[in-house]
């Protein structure tokens, strides 16, 4: 199976400020690479997909980079909505696999 | 608005069962690749497994940690699926989300249910 390793697992920040989250996958994944918004007490919500594609509806602060083993997904300019978990998830190759979550806090 | 409605969580003891099922609306289920993924406490997201479309030959696909003990089928005609969970063990208490797969390359989870709590205790 393909792991997937975040850093940081967690980060303290203020509205405002530019936030980057990195994942690592144990293989090369090319671009098959996923990000997902958990807020407390939701659901999972799909920001970006194959590295670097907006879901619609999503804001445009978010942006995502990288490809083969390295990637990285950043918010330009914090909001509070934003904060809450983040997660990577590669589409490789079944089983699809995330990582363990990036919770951005207020600092 | 798409919407993913689950049901059947509960509290189960270990070895034993459950069904959860997932209603689907304002989406057109029947070419859809559906699937679940469950959120365990301390250790995050993991992936249950999925069923293709009719069109795709409605094939399952599992999880190691599962298979042969969980079951994914759907019906289409209620825009419902569904997941058997026998032989429950403590270690599958999570949160069970149903999802969406994109059927062709890049996959990714569309749409998420808002989930339902499945605790497996004695």
């Known amino acids: 199976d393909i792991q997937m390793t975040q850093s940081p697992s967690s980060l303290s920040a203020s509205v405002g400020d530019r936030v980057t989250i990195t994942c690592r996958a144990s293989q090369n994944i090319t671009d098959y690479l996923n990000w997902y918004q958990q807020r407390p007490g939701k659901a999972p919500k799909l920001l970006i997909y194959a590295t670097s594609s907006l879901q619609s509806g999503v804001p445009s602060r978010f942006s995502g980079s990288g490809s083969g083993t390295d990637f990285a997904l950043a918010i330009s300019s914090l909001q509070p909505e934003d904060f809450a978990t983040y997660f990577c998830q590669q589409s490789s190759r079944t089983p699809w696999t995330f990582g363990q979550g990036t919770k951005v806090e207020v600092k | 608005e798409v919407q993913l409605v689950e049901s059947g969580g509960g509290v189960v003891k270990p070895g034993g069962s459950l069904r959860l099922s997932c209603e689907v609306s304002e989406f057109t289920f029947s070419n859809a690749w559906m699937g679940w993924v469950r959120h365990v406490p301390g250790r995050g997201l993991e992936w249950v497994g999925r069923?293709?479309?009719?069109?795709?030959?409605?094939?399952?696909d599992y999880a190691a940690p599962v298979k042969g003990r969980f079951t994914i089928s759907r019906d289409d005609s209620k825009n419902t699926l569904y997941l058997q969970m026998n032989s429950l063990k403590p270690e599958d208490t999570a949160v069970y989300y149903c999802?969406?797969?994109?059927?062709?390359?890049?996959?990714?989870?569309?749409?998420w249910g808002q989930g339902t709590l499945v605790t497996v205790s004695s």
């Open positions: 999802t969406t797969e994109r059927f062709r390359s890049p996959h990714y989870f569309g749409y």
């Open positions: 069923i293709k479309s009719l069109l795709d030959g409605k094939t399952t």
